[in-house]
Every structure is written in structure tokens, then in C-alpha cells.
């Protein structure tokens, strides 16, 4: 997927939730292997409440892939 559609792809209902998913697009996702790039596309796909849910902590996801890169973003923001 191009760099421009997951930008766009990252600007979300809730602020906090901008900054996180640009912040891992931005710093973590060009070196990411195909399997984290796929979990953080399936973030991409979720409605806010369950992704921002998932981001903290909250819940997991049935997805490993997506987990596993919501784990890492997680940690980026130090929670």
C-alpha cells in the first residue's frame, strides 16, 4: 500500500490516535517486515474505539500480526 493512503489512513476521529499511528508510520514502518506491515494495516481498518481499546491495553486483538504491532506502539508511547 502507498505511503500516501496509509497517511491518509492514520488521520483518525481522536488526536491521540493521530499522533501514535503517524508516529509508528513515520519511524517504524519503511524497516517493518511484510507480517507488521499487514498487522498495521489491520489497525488501520478498525473503528477508533476498538483500535484506541486495543492500544491501551485494554483488549487484544484475534489478529497476531496486529497485536504484535500494537504492542510496539504501545511501548513508542511508553505505556
Known amino acids: 500500500m502507498q ?3 496509509l497517511r491518509w489512513m492514520c488521520r483518525r476521529g481522536m488526536k491521540e490516535l493521530d499522533v501514535v499511528m ?3 508510520l513515520d ?3 519503511a524497516s517493518a517486515n511484510e507480517d507488521e ?3 498495521f494495516i489491520t489497525l488501520l ?3 477508533d474505539p476498538d483500535l484506541y481499546s ?3 491495553g485494554r483488549q487484544s486483538s ?3 500480526n496486529a497485536d504484535k504491532v500494537a504492542r510496539s ?4 508511547a511508553g505505556r
Not at 506502539?73 to 513508542?76: F, P, Y
Open 3 to 5: 505511503e500516501s493512503r
Open 22 to 24: 503517524g508516529r509508528y
Open 27 to 29: 519511524s517504524r514502518y
Open 45 to 47: 481498518e478498525m473503528p
Open 54 to 56: 486495543l492500544l491501551m
Open 73 to 76: 506502539i504501545r511501548n513508542m
Open 37 to 39: 506491515k499487514q498487522g
Open 62 to 64: 484475534p489478529d497476531q
